[in-house]
C-alpha cells in the first residue's frame, strides 16, 4: 500500500533528523530537545550555588584570602552573592587592600550587584526624625523657596510661549 507523497516526505525528513543526531528511533525530536536542556542546565545551575555573605563576611573572607593568587580569590569571590549593599567607601577600601587587579574587578561586580540592596546597619546614621515644629519649620522653608521661584519661571514660559505662538499665527 502506497502512502501519499507528502507523508512520505515527512517520514523522511524525520528519519533524517533523528538520524543526523545519532537518534535511530521515532520521535527523536523530543530526544535531542531534552539533551539539550541538559546540558544547559548543566551551565545553569551553578549560577544559584552562590554562597550568600554579608559585607561584614566578605571583609573577613579577603582579609583571609590574603597572600593567596589573585584569580584564585577572583574566583572565590565570583562564587559568593552579598545580602547587604557594598557602600563606596568600603569598596575602596577592600580594593586597596585586595592583591590583584582581578580580585578589584571582582569587587565592583560584587558592588555593582548588591547596588539595590539596603545597607548594613553599621553604616546606617542614626539620625532621628524631626519632631513637629522642625517638620512644619521645614516645610515652611519649601513653600518660601517654590513660591520665590517657581511662578517666576512659569510667568516667564508662557509669555515667551505666547510670543512664539503669536509668531506662528502670522
Not at 554579608?54 to 559568593?80: C, F, M, Y
Not at 513660591?147 to 509669555?159: A, C, E, F, V
Not at 515667551?160 to 506662528?168: D, Q
Request: hydrophobic fraction near 45%.
Amino acid at each position: 500500500m502506497c502512502e501519499s507523497p507528502l507523508r512520505d516526505h515527512q517520514r523522511l525528513a524525520r528519519q533524517n533528523l533523528a538520524s543526523s543526531a545519532g537518534v535511530y528511533f521515532r520521535g527523536g525530536i523530543g530526544v535531542i530537545r531534552l539533551a539539550f536542556f541538559s546540558v544547559l542546565s548543566l551551565f545553569v545551575l551553578p549560577a544559584f550555588a552562590s554562597t550568600r555573605v554579608t559585607v561584614a563576611e566578605l571583609e573577613r573572607t579577603l582579609a583571609a584570602d590574603q597572600g593567596k593568587p589573585d584569580t584564585e580569590i577572583a574566583n572565590h569571590l565570583s562564587d559568593l552573592e552579598l545580602t547587604e549593599r557594598l557602600s563606596a567607601t568600603t569598596l575602596h577600601q577592600l580594593e586597596s587592600v585586595s592583591s590583584g587587579i582581578r580580585t578589584a574587578q571582582a569587587l565592583r561586580i560584587l558592588a555593582d550587584e548588591s547596588a539595590f540592596l539596603s545597607l548594613p546597619a553599621a553604616e546606617i546614621p542614626a539620625i532621628p526624625t524631626p519632631d513637629v515644629p522642625a517638620q512644619r519649620q521645614i516645610m515652611a522653608l519649601v513653600v518660601s523657596y517654590v513660591s520665590k521661584t517657581r511662578p517666576w519661571r512659569l510667568s516667564q514660559t508662557r509669555s515667551v510661549l505666547f510670543e512664539r505662538l503669536g509668531s506662528l499665527r502670522m
